[in-house]
């Protein structure tokens, strides 16, 4: 994963790690967002920020 930091900081993706994870995980279908940070070894506060934000904005 420490792979896919560096591509994003040389080429500015539009997608932070943690996004492109979650999109990952969520291609499965839904899952509870503890679930997901468990899975996905990020803090859960991180998950529910990025979910809340996406919901938001549609």
Do not use: C, F, I
Not at 12 to 32: F, H, S, T, V, W
């Amino acid at each position: 994963m420490r792979a896919l930091e560096g591509l994003y900081r040389s080429r500015k993706y539009p997608l932070e790690r943690a996004q492109y994870l979650l999109l990952l995980a969520l291609r499965e279908g839904a899952r509870p967002s503890g679930d997901l940070a468990a899975t996905l070894a990020l803090d859960h506060s991180t998950v529910t920020h990025r979910l809340r934000r996406w919901k938001r904005v549609g």
